[in-house]
């Protein structure tokens, strides 16, 4: 692949457009894992996703113009499958599978378009939604936070002359080498690259994942991003999120429905794709709730991924439970990909070393990480924690809770509804910083 002078390119800005999001495919692995079953399965829900900006400090709508942040969204409107993306989807193995995305499927991917969106401003903040088929809103996510992020650094890089544009980045790519050179000495590590929707940029962030398959090698177990992935010959990973869940709870109608609700996600996610695929995501309603509750068939699946408590925390709890289920966790997987950078890898490798299986996912702080590269501090280039989440199913509120409760989100009367519902057992507020 041909190298990119990042800065040169992005000084030199004297076209229109320069479209952030250049693919469909240009979005998370399990985004096309999830919507294949969302096809299947739940073809006439509806659902709202809605962006929510955690960093309140960030006046978004007083950084990005809206000119600019629609011009990106109504061009992502206008992309396609191409030929060349649907028969990489429909050829290639993922996780050892042979035809994963069944043909119907890809057929219909082939016509799909993201559906139209919602935008205007309060309080400095932009109102983002997009209503619509559970089925299409979802492929919004990714790339509405990608472009917003983009647009973040470009408004920043729009001040910067050539030669601090050229250190910015050089500075940049020698904190990440310095990175790669410490995750060298972890013996038997693996890790993947999970940060698209917090990028830099794009160009940044294929930067990233190409100094990281030729500076760790085989450790570095590829990317969650479908179009690095196929244009880099890399592994596409990544299972499914919290979205699954969120959805079959708000469509809950008894008490019943809703306990069993992720564990009823679970079942489906089995019977349509099982295997290595089998990871459990067990923060949507909190993790202890999930373990006090799972059915014993779960402690069967490859691994867990907790996802909002500390690493070694939580996963010194996930190991207790599969010893209490009877099952040897040095046969399991623990995922690892909570805000994580070095230090908190190296640490959480090394605690968890011969006692089981790991794995990290590696995001903000890989694609992200400024600081103390510019000349002066700015502001514009520290990461925020942007999300972008089910709001409403079928005219009903959706909630996330997760074990953290900074990351709760959803209607206030719902989320306490559903904490006296699961509990608040082993909740521990943290700052969240990405």
Not at 136 to 164: C, D, H, Q, Y
Not at 198 to 205: D, E, G, I, K, T
Not at 206 to 217: D, F, N, P, S, T
């Amino acid at each position: 692949m041909t190298k990119t002078d990042i800065a040169t390119r992005v000084f030199n800005h004297s076209w229109k457009l320069d479209p952030i999001i250049r693919s469909l495919i240009d979005t998370d692995f399990y985004k096309l894992l999830m919507l294949q079953m969302i096809w299947k399965l739940y073809p006439d829900v509806d659902a709202t996703f809605t962006l929510i900006n955690r960093t309140k400090t960030v006046r978004l709508a007083d950084e990005i113009d809206e000119g600019e942040l629609r011009a990106q969204l109504d061009y992502a409107r206008t992309l396609r499958l191409t030929k060349k993306e649907a028969i990489w989807l429909a050829g290639n193995t993922f996780y050892g599978t042979k035809q994963i995305f069944e043909p119907e499927f890809l057929a219909w991917l082939a016509a799909f378009q993201l559906p139209e969106y919602e935008l205007s401003k309060k309080d400095g903040q932009y109102v983002l939604n997009f209503h619509g088929k559970w089925k299409e809103t979802t492929m919004w996510e990714i790339p509405a936070l990608a472009i917003i992020n983009e647009l973040r650094s470009r408004t920043v890089s729009k001040n910067m002359g050539l030669f601090t544009l050229d250190v910015l980045y050089a500075r940049a790519k020698a904190k990440m080498w310095a990175k790669v050179e410490r995750l060298r000495e972890l013996p038997g590590l693996r890790i993947s690259d999970f940060g698209t929707r917090r990028r830099h940029s794009f160009l940044w962030q294929r930067w990233c994942v190409e100094a990281l398959k030729e500076g760790i090698g085989p450790a570095f177990t590829g990317t969650s991003n479908v179009l690095l992935a196929m244009d880099s010959d890399l592994e596409a990973v990544g299972t499914n999120a919290h979205e699954l869940p969120m959805v079959r709870a708000a469509l809950a109608k008894t008490d019943a429905e809703l306990l069993s609700s992720n564990y009823d996600v679970m079942r489906d996610w089995n019977r349509l794709y099982g295997g290595n695929l089998l990871i459990v995501l067990p923060d949507t309603y909190g993790t202890a709730a999930f373990l006090r509750n799972a059915p014993e068939w779960v402690a069967d699946w490859t691994g867990f991924r907790p996802d909002s408590a500390p690493p070694i925390e939580g996963g010194e709890k996930i190991i207790d439970w599969w010893q209490k289920m009877g099952r040897d966790p040095r046969q399991k997987l623990l995922i690892f990909s909570d805000g994580l950078d070095v230090d908190a890898i190296i640490d959480t490798y090394r605690h968890f070393e011969g006692r089981v299986r790991m794995s990290f996912g590696w995001g903000t702080n890989l694609t992200n990480d400024f600081a103390g590269c510019a000349p002066r501090e700015i502001e514009g280039l520290k990461p925020i924690s942007l999300v972008c989440k089910v709001s409403e199913v079928n005219g009903r509120p959706a909630v996330k809770l997760s074990d953290n409760p900074k990351k709760a989100t959803g209607d206030p009367a719902e989320v306490e509804r559903y904490m006296q519902f699961f509990g608040t057992e082993d909740r521990v507020e943290q700052a969240v910083l990405v």
